[in-house]
């Protein structure tokens, strides 16, 4: 049988029109996570090469992430993916080994602040401290940007970065509160400023507490850490901790 060229267009817009439905079917699958498997598949495109060792489904403050742990190297990966979206809402890394250099001098804190502003570009320097673990000086540096707050451990004698993690604030939605009754996030930040004159805040988070929400508000000011539990709808303070760094 022979097609006429008005058959002819309509079959090919009918067959263009399947494929784009295809696949956008496909970018919408592609778009959210529903296994274990597919998360696994995710964070091997973050990081090509890695082996998978762990892999975990769980809720976060009443959100489903997929949790997937890698290796690569001399490196291991820890990546947290929102299930309704696939967004990663938290990135490590760390070095398995580290030479301690011991034979080297400790580098000063002006150049390891200057190694984090080179590594997190808009970050702002929140807090600075020099520690020893397991024979190894290092510097451990928290950071904040308008989205995230940052922790990296540079190698306090070579500069070398041996751990990096990054991790997403309190979504600019619960910015104004998430239920009737609810102070919001930027209320809870003030009182907990009010409490500490001064302190940067390096964490602010949505959470629940044996039931009651709550907001969690960590500063820091002159090496010291602050913690705050605020309660969401009467901002009253139900613990609040500080610990010399």
Request: proline share 2%; aromatic share 10%.
């Amino acid at each position: 049988m022979k097609l006429t060229k008005t058959m002819k267009s309509a079959l090919f817009t009918a067959c263009f029109a399947a494929s784009g439905i295809l696949a956008w079917s496909h970018s919408v699958y592609a778009a959210s996570i529903s296994s274990e498997h597919q998360a696994g598949e995710k964070a091997l495109e973050k990081v090509p090469g890695a082996v998978i060792t762990e892999t975990d489904r769980d809720y976060e403050k009443g959100t489903l992430v997929y949790e997937v742990q890698l290796v690569k190297g001399n490196k291991k990966y820890e990546i947290t993916y929102r299930a309704k979206d696939a967004k990663i809402l938290e990135y490590s890394w760390e070095k398995i080994s580290v030479n301690p250099d011991s034979q080297k001098p400790v580098l000063s804190e002006s150049k390891i602040k200057r190694l984090a502003q080179n590594k997190v570009k808009k970050g702002t320097i929140a807090n600075i401290t020099r520690k020893f673990d397991d024979g190894t000086d290092y510097y451990k540096v928290k950071m904040t940007d308008s989205s995230k707050t940052y922790t990296l451990k540079f190698h306090a004698r070579t500069g070398a970065l041996i751990e990096y993690v990054w991790k997403y604030t309190a979504s600019s939605s619960n910015g104004s509160g998430s239920s009737s009754g609810d102070i919001g996030i930027e209320k809870a930040k003030q009182i907990a400023q009010q409490k500490v004159p001064g302190a940067v805040i390096v964490k602010a988070e949505s959470d629940y507490d044996d039931g009651v929400p709550v907001y969690e508000i960590e500063l820091v000011k002159d090496r010291i850490e602050y913690e705050y539990t605020i309660h969401a709808q009467t901002g009253q303070i139900l613990d609040w901790d500080k610990d010399y760094d």
